[in-house]
């Protein structure tokens, strides 16, 4: 069965740096997502994208943040200057045609841990 | 911010009995619902979904039920497995065009004991 892929599993960063997050989403989807988890909390929306620009974003996805996709199969989270709360899992996510109800397939998450 | 609420944060059930998990909601306009299921070191994992026109929606051993007027929504599993014990989560968009952001509920864990 098709899945969403991310990489790396794990990384660790020095607050203030650059950080990529990468995820191969499932190949025949439209729109794709970033969620994350704080430890001991809600899973949490932070982006959506579609026809290759943000459709949604929450409050916490601030100037720091930012999405791309490269290429026809990778989808990218950047954080440009990492903090402490920053520390949490990261979830890519997509789903499929548009104007119908598709649930989204969740990858198995990045944790991203700064030091 | 409790848009989506589940009040239970674990459950354990007997391995063949019935596993009953509830989620609560707020907000009117979400019409779309979805349960996820989540073992450790794991993303979420699509289980079911129901729209608002409906009120029910079955898939093997997992049946949603939807309760539109007391914005409630269960979820059970019959029979229960062993390998049914993971972390539940209940989600929710609004919207009508499908593919909106979901919000998620805090989760339940469910232990099948065996």
């Known amino acids: 069965e098709p899945e969403v892929t991310q990489t790396p599993s794990h990384q660790v960063t020095q607050m203030g740096q650059e950080v990529i997050l990468r995820c191969v989403p499932i190949?025949?989807?439209?729109?794709f997502y970033w969620y994350r988890q704080i430890l001991g909390q809600k899973v949490e929306f932070l982006v959506s994208f579609y026809n290759n620009e943000i459709s949604e974003k929450s409050e916490i996805f601030d100037d720091q943040f930012s999405v791309e996709r490269p290429d026809g199969s990778n989808f990218t989270l950047k954080i440009r200057s990492t903090k402490l709360e920053d520390s949490a899992m990261y979830f890519c996510?997509?789903?499929?045609?548009?104007?119908?109800?598709?649930?989204?397939?969740f990858g198995d998450g990045t944790r991203l841990s700064i030091l | 911010d409790q848009q989506v609420k589940q009040n239970s944060p674990s459950l354990s059930v007997q391995e063949g009995r019935i596993s009953i998990l509830n989620c609560d909601y707020t907000?009117?306009?979400?019409?779309?619902f979805l349960w996820y299921k989540k073992y450790p070191a794991e993303g979420p994992t699509f289980l079911i979904s129901i729209s608002s026109i409906k009120d029910k929606n079955e898939d093997g051993r997992f049946t949603v039920f939807l309760n539109k007027s007391a914005k409630h929504l269960s979820l059970h599993i019959v029979p229960s497995q062993p390998g049914d014990s993971a972390v539940y989560f209940c989600?929710?968009?609004?919207?009508?065009?499908?593919?909106?952001?979901?919000?998620f509920g805090t989760g339940t864990r469910l232990t099948i004991i065996p």
């Open positions: 996510a997509s789903s499929g045609r548009a104007y119908s109800n598709q649930p989204q397939h």
């Open positions: 190949s025949n989807h439209l729109y």
């Open positions: 989600a929710a968009s609004a919207g009508g065009f499908g593919n909106e952001k979901l919000t």
């Open positions: 907000n009117s306009m979400f019409d779309y």
